[in-house]
């Protein structure tokens, strides 16, 4: 029997518990602020569900782990500075960005952003949180420690946003999902949608710029990369060093799903390129109570994460899947009815 801690007990080590069941792997979804004397992990293989840790008792612990998975790239992914700092020197293509230092840079930034500036803080910032939209003027409206800690992007005008799914193994084989097309909602995605028989020539893109990523770092296990796409341009927006929102619909629409295939991953187990089964779309459910009706349609596949309701808070998401675009489109208009 094989075991897999998770560092972060959300709902993304959850479904890599679920994904890891009928594998016959034991994936145990941890709290990062456990006791670590509750957590054996002697011959365990240590991943996480998210990427910036903080210093606590147990990651304190982990820290010095053999089995801890990509454990030495976490920090600078995490960090959105040493991030791009990565992507630039592999000449590959990002939103353009500086480092925010201190508040003598304004005039220079919204000159060359065309006066949209928008700052993230360097770590720990998900759904839009911890970024703000600033235009000339609104500069005493960011927090007062954000120098030194935020960088700062052009606000870009995009014609979509993208998404690639990819997973390496130890032995350095590299396995992609189709792109998905992603609409969000103040920072939030919304939905994902894929139709994997269009896109050839993007997917060959955005498939060349995770490879390079994947294989500098010698990362292994599942990442995920957030594109804009500008006419025919990608520009990256950022990485994720693990499952992503934007897989969900792997659960449904895919013959592996991305949490199986993070598992496989690091666990070197056998790791094809996962086959798609139907054109799918993952509808995320936000600060909404459960609707039994959603269930009504026959393609709804509901995961509920059982998390206390809260605004802007990711308690389930929706996986619709079907060959048939008519259909799918039928549940759509349904589902539109119970959502809001
Ligand atoms: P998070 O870690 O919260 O996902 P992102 O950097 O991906 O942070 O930002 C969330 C969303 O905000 C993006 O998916 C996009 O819709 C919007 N956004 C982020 N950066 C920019 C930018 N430079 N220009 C335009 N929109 C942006
Ligand atoms: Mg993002």
């Known amino acids: 029997m094989k075991h897999v801690y998770v560092l972060g007990d959300g709902q993304l080590g959850h479904m890599l518990h679920q994904a890891g069941e009928p ?9 990062l602020y456990a006791e670590p004397e509750l957590v054996s992990v002697q011959q ?3 991943t996480t569900e998210i990427e910036y840790l903080p210093k606590t008792a147990l990651t304190y612990q982990l820290v010095t782990h053999n089995n801890f998975i990509n454990f030495k790239l976490l920090s600078f992914l995490s960090d959105r500075l040493t991030q791009k700092q990565l992507l630039n020197q592999l000449n590959l293509s990002t939103v353009p960005w500086k480092l925010l230092q201190d508040n003598t840079q304004w005039t220079d930034i919204f000159s060359a952003f065309d006066a949209l500036a928008i700052v993230k803080s360097r770590v720990g910032g998900y759904d839009g949180r ?33 998404s690639l799914v990819g997973a390496r193994s130890v032995d350095g084989s590299m396995v992609f999902y189709p792109i998905t097309r992603n609409l969000h909602n103040n920072g939030i ?4 949608i894929v139709f994997p028989e269009i896109d050839n020539h993007l997917q060959q893109e955005a498939e060349k710029i995770l490879g390079i990523i994947l294989q500098e770092l010698n990362y292994v296990g599942v990442m995920a990369i957030e594109f804009f796409l500008i006419g025919d341009q990608l520009l990256i927006n950022e990485l994720a060093p693990r499952v992503h929102n934007s897989g969900h619909w792997t659960q449904n629409g895919a013959s592996i799903s991305q949490f199986e295939l993070h598992l496989r991953a690091i666990l070197m187990l056998p ?16 600060g909404i109570e459960l609707c039994e009706l959603w269930l009504a349609d026959p393609l709804v596949h509901l995961h509920w994460y059982n ?9 389930g998401h929706l ?3 079907h060959i048939d675009y008519v259909r799918l489109n039928y549940s759509l208009q349904y589902l539109s009815k119970y959502l809001p």
Request: glycine share 6%; hydrophobic share 45%.
């Open 23 to 31: 594998l016959g792997i034991q994936v145990f979804p941890v709290s």
């Open 44 to 46: 365990s293989i240590i």
């Open 130 to 162: 911890k970024q703000w939209q600033i235009r000339p003027g609104e500069e005493n409206t960011l927090p007062f420690d954000c120098y030194g800690q935020c960088i700062v992007e052009k606000g870009i005008i995009f014609d979509q946003e993208i």
């Open 189 to 192: 995605l919304l939905i994902s």
């Open 271 to 286: 790791l094809p390129t996962p086959i798609v089964i139907a054109p799918s779309i993952m509808i995320n459910l936000i």
């Open 307 to 315: 998390k206390i309701i809260r605004p802007r808070r990711k308690v």
């Open 319 to 321: 996986n619709l899947c």
